[in-house]
């Protein structure tokens, strides 16, 4: 596993409280910081608020969906750049796959997300 240089924050968007968790509990053990939202709206306005250093994000949400919480990442100066790891059981149906840091399908295994998140931070 690829350790990165200093812990980040996390964002971890996922309406499944059980997958929200298990993710949670796995990137806290690998060093980083979680925050969580459980639908679009929220995961929008934490990204504003803490600025993350990666999102993991899935596409079928309450609120805002994660396909429009994406084009408004990648449509804000500030958060263009952001990583973006997507985890969902659904195709991508409009994402490019070179848009994204990764695009692991459900179901995953945590360290598998981590992995992902790892990778992510150390620019590879």
């Known amino acids: 596993m690829l ?3 200093k812990a980040a924050t996390v964002l971890v968007v996922e309406d499944d409280l ?52 994406f084009r408004d ?3 804000q100066p500030a958060t263009a ?12 149906d409009g994402i490019k796959p070179q848009e994204l840091a990764s695009f692991l399908p459900k179901p995953v295994d945590p360290s598998d997300v981590v992995a992902a998140v790892d990778r992510a931070l150390s620019g590879r």
């Open 81 to 92: 750049n952001l990583p973006v790891i997507v985890v969902s059981g659904h195709d991508l």
């Open 18 to 69: 059980a997958l929200r968790e298990l993710y949670r509990t796995a990137l806290k053990s690998a060093g980083h910081r979680v925050i969580i939202a459980s639908d679009g709206m929220g995961a929008l306005g934490l990204i504003e608020l803490e600025r993350p250093g990666v999102v993991v994000l899935d596409l079928d949400l309450p609120l805002v969906n994660g396909w429009d919480v």
């Open 3 to 5: 350790v990165p240089t």
């Open 73 to 75: 990442i990648r449509s």
